[in-house]
C-alpha cells in the first residue's frame, strides 16, 4: 500500500499512475470520486452548502472506473469532471465531514492485491494510516500552476495563468485549512518537492522509497515476534 498526497497539480495524478503501472498494483485516483460527486451535484442541482444532501447524493452515485474512464450512471465523464469548475466545486463539497464519511468505505474497498496505489489528500492521514510508504508530494505553485496551464490547454479547455494560480491559491487554502481531513503530510510520510524533478525523477524517487522500506519491513518480520517484543 503506497499512499501519495499532495496539493492539487503537484504532479500526483501522474506520478501515482506510473508507480501503480511498474509496480502492477491497483490505482485509486481519490480526487476523481469528489470531482465526480462534484459533476453529480451540479447535474443534480444539490448545492454545495447543503452536507446532508451532497452526503445522500454520494451514497447513492453510481460510479465506475473502466479501463481508466471515469463513468457516471454508466456514462463516461472523465473529460468532464477535469474542468476547473468542477475541481473548485469538489474542493468546497470537500470540506463537510458527512461528504467525507460517505467516501470512505468506496476509497477502501480499491485495496485489493497485490498493492494499491491511492492519491489525495488525506489517503495517509485518513484512509490507508497503516499504508507500506506515505509520500507527501509537492510543488511551488508557479511550477504547479504551469502544469495545470499545459494539461488543460491538451485537453482542449481554455486557461488563463492568473485565474489559475488565483484558483489555485484559493484551492490550497481551502483544502489545507478545513477542519476535517485537512491537507497535510502524514507525520510518517516522506515528502518529495517536485518542482524542479521530471515525472521519471519523482516516480523512481518514490520507487526507491518503496523498495527500501519494503526490505526493512521484511527483514523486521523475519525477526522472531519474541525478539521484536511481541508476545
Ligand atoms: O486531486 P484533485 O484535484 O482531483 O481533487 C479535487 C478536490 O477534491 C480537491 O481540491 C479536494 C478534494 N479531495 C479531497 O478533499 N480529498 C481527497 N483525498 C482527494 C480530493
Not at 490505482?27 to 446532508?52: F, N, T
Not at 500552476?145 to 490550497?172: I, P, T, V
Amino acid at each position: 500500500m503506497i499512499t501519495i498526497d499532495g496539493p492539487t497539480a503537484s504532479g500526483k495524478g501522474t506520478v501515482a499512475a506510473i508507480v501503480a503501472a511498474t509496480l502492477g498494483f491497483h490505482l485509486l485516483d481519490s480526487g476523481a470520486l469528489y470531482r465526480l460527486a462534484a459533476l453529480a451535484s451540479i447535474r443534480y442541482g444539490i448545492g454545495k452548502d447543503d452536507p446532508a444532501g451532497l452526503a445522500n447524493l454520494v451514497e447513492a452515485l453510481h460510479i465506475t472506473f473502466r479501463e481508466g474512464c471515469a463513468q457516471l450512471d454508466g456514462v463516461d465523464v472523465s473529460g468532464e469532471i477535469r474542468a476547473e469548475e468542477v475541481g473548485n466545486r469538489a474542493s468546497a463539497i470537500a470540506v463537510h465531514p458527512e461528504v467525507r464519511q460517505a467516501l470512505v468505505a468506496r476509497q477502501r474497498a480499491f485495496r485489493k492485491r497485490p498493492g494499491l496505489v491511492a492519491d489525495g489528500r488525506d489517503m495517509g492521514t485518513v484512509i490507508f494510516p497503516d499504508a507500506t510508504l506515505k509520500v507527501f508530494l509537492t510543488a511551488s505553485v508557479e511550477a504547479r500552476a504551469a502544469r495545470r496551464h499545459k494539461q488543460l490547454m491538451q485537453k482542449g479547455f481554455s486557461a488563463n495563468m492568473n485565474n489559475l494560480l488565483r484558483d489555485l491559491r484559493e484551492r490550497d487554502a481551502r483544502d489545507m485549512n478545513r477542519a476535517a481531513a485537512p491537507l497535510k503530510p502524514a507525520a510518517d510520510a516522506k515528502t518529495l518537492d517536485t518542482s524542479g524533478l521530471s515525472i521519471d525523477q519523482a516516480v523512481e524517487q518514490i520507487i526507491g522509497w518503496y523498495s527500501e522500506v519494503r526490505v526493512y519491513k521484511l527483514k523486521c518480520s523475519k525477526v522472531p515476534r519474541r525478539k521484536r517484543g511481541v508476545y
